[in-house]
T-cell receptor
């Protein structure tokens, strides 16, 4: 597609429920990233996928968080047993190549997750 | 972890005024990028600076990369309401793919 597409745009869930957030990157972009943005905080790196390499999961805050990228394209971020501190905007970004200094990252509009 | 400090955190000015926001680190970056994020949207790349001392201009926006490649500034001339947004800087360092983002400067330009 022309841009990075994320769904849903907004999600309200009850504490303890599982949620799935979807990211559809730009076609042909080999690298895909998930970030989390909380009010007053910067963008917090969560996970990175590059081609067929093993993902870098070093930013995932707990084992309740997991992500997959199927067929080198669409990615799903899953949060199990959601907690109120998981409330944030989850941003997905893709880039042509790892560390693209020329074109940077293209971000989606994000999923605003609210855990009540 | 390479940290980026942005200042000021908040800035509210009147249309037509000039402003400068800063991005500082104790680490050296091979390059720095500036993004602007509007409410409800993801960040959008404005510019990449690569060479120490480099100055890039985009219309009313002037970006400078410090000589030591540890800091950068963004100067806006004659600010307009359309410049309102969160300005984020990020650097390419040792781990090229895990971009380190500052917390940003939230700019409000009042008509």
């Amino acid at each position: 597609g022309a841009g990075v597409s994320q769904s849903p745009s907004n999600k309200v869930t009850e504490k303890g429920k599982d949620v799935e957030l979807r990211c559809d990157p730009i076609s042909g972009h080999t690298a895909l990233y998930w970030y989390r943005q909380s009010l007053g905080q910067g963008l917090e790196f969560l996970i990175y996928f590059q081609g067929n390499s093993a993902p870098d999961k070093s930013g995932l805050p707990s084992d309740r968080f997991s992500a997959e990228r199927t067929g080198g394209s669409v990615s799903t971020l899953t949060i199990q047993r959601t907690q109120q501190e998981d409330s944030a905007v989850y941003l997905c970004a893709s880039s042509r190549i790892q560390g693209d200094r020329d074109y940077g990252y293209t971000f989606g509009s994000g999923t605003r997750l609210t855990v009540v | 972890t390479q940290l980026l400090e942005q200042s000021p955190q908040f800035l509210s000015i009147q249309e037509g005024e000039n402003l400068t926001v800063y991005c500082n680190s104790s680490s050296v970056f091979s390059s720095l990028q500036w993004y602007r994020q509007e409410p409800g949207e993801g960040p959008v790349l404005l510019v990449t600076v690569v060479t120490g001392g480099e100055v890039k201009k985009l219309k009313r926006l002037t970006f400078q990369f410090g000589d030591a490649r540890k800091d950068s500034s963004l100067h806006i001339t004659a600010a307009q309401p359309g410049d309102t947004g969160l300005y984020l800087c990020t650097g390419f360092g040792g781990s090229n793919y895990k971009l380190t983002f500052g917390k940003g400067t939230l700019l409000t330009v009042n008509p």
